[in-house]
């Protein structure tokens, strides 16, 4: 009997697990592969009940990432991930804000400390294929950041994965779905990107086609309903979803197969 193929996300937040990476989790997870999400902090630095933002005095730390993993166990049911594992790390916050210097904060946790708990899941389930941010955490933030050196070093340390990914946003792609949705007469002022955003295409390995699980996407994009960053997306057109999120990009930084430099399939090389 051929071995089951395994991938792990490793994540900073509840809810970062859909925007990037829910389309391959659902997908791979429909295929039989055996899906794992880490997910290193627990939310304390989203927002409360009303949109209160942290530093608020009705703001309750506590509160708030008990919400945040319900809201997790719902989003992990709709995209089909079968075990997920908490490293329970306090949320820093985004870059600037007080919870930075939190003693008990993700970001100060020293790396080989946290690469350490990593590893050992690595060792437990050994994933053939690791998908983590960029050395930017995609746009600063300083528990993705964390997230990827641990990811790196956990990868380093113990040798195990065959494959390591960081999830990508195409620049062109996004360009094009903001001339889309102009044309098509949505109001976009309020929502210009800076010519930098996203990823240059060329350093685009991998895009995989996730456009049957969009619907499993939105759904998980619903459960983290306490979170308003991604009202925006889940107001968008059914149309504009579609295109949004029916494919997902990512940039091989680890490979030790053979596998062609342009892929459709994270797996490519490692499938029997």
Known sequence: MDRQLTVMAVHAHPDDEVIGTGGILARYASEGVRTVLVTCTNGEQGDGPGGVKP??????????????LAELKE?????????????????????GWEGNSHPDSFWNVPVEQAAAKLAALMEHYRPDVVVTYDETGGYGHPDHIQAHRIAVAATESTGIPDKLYYTAVSRARVAEMFDWMKASGMEMEEFELPEDFGTPDELITTVVDVSPYVENKVKALRAHASQGDSIFLLQMPQEAQHRAFATEAFVRKV?????????????????V
């Open 55 to 68: 530093g608020d005095p009705a703001h309750n730390d506590a509160e708030v990432a008990e919400r945040r």
């Open 75 to 95: 989003s992990v049911a709709h995209l089909g991930i079968e075990h997920v594992e908490l490293l329970g790390y306090r949320d820093s916050g985004m870059d």
């Open 255 to 271: 490979c030790k197969v053979a596998a062609p430099d342009h892929e459709d399939d994270l797996f490519a090389g490692l499938r």
